[in-house]
């Protein structure tokens, strides 16, 4: 069974716990800068928005770099990158439509969510349950379900009220 993040926006505080436990799993240090999930501050409206790598199935990072270095964990299905090959091109940064891969100037290579091997220290962190760590069917039913629900409540193509 596969298991992505599924993130509730509306439960996050902006605690930033989740940046924390993810620098410190990656890096040993409390740094939310070399954190892979970002927590976005939306100052106008104060709301706070956790995101990362959504391991999409099109994988256009994977598919962008020239050296193979992106590859998929056949056990939690992220994708993952080798450091010892990866040259530090950035070409998969660019790729990326959600800008979730990014370059570490340190090491001058990329870093991108994988999952923490299947134990993501940013969902076990996350005090208010705004980032969990699902089954990958139950959030495409949810997406699903969202979806119908709002063409639902459009109106029909040609009904000009």
Known sequence: MQKSLHIDPAK?????????????????????AKSRIKVFDFHHTGRKV???????????????????????????????????????????TIACPFGTVNYVQETGKVQKCDLCDGNPACAEACPTGAITYVDADWTGLEKMRQWAH??????AAGNAD
């Open 12 to 32: 996050c505080t902006g605690c930033l716990q989740c940046e924390m436990a993810c620098s410190y799993e990656n890096y040993q240090v409390f740094n939310p």
């Open 50 to 92: 956790p995101y990362t790598c959504t391991q999409c199935d099109e994988a256009w990072c994977l598919h962008a770099c020239p050296v193979e270095a992106i590859k998929v964990d056949a056990a939690t299905g992220a994708k993952v990158v080798l450091e010892s090959v990866c040259v530090g091109c950035k070409v998969c």
């Open 150 to 155: 709002k063409l639902d409540n459009q109106p």
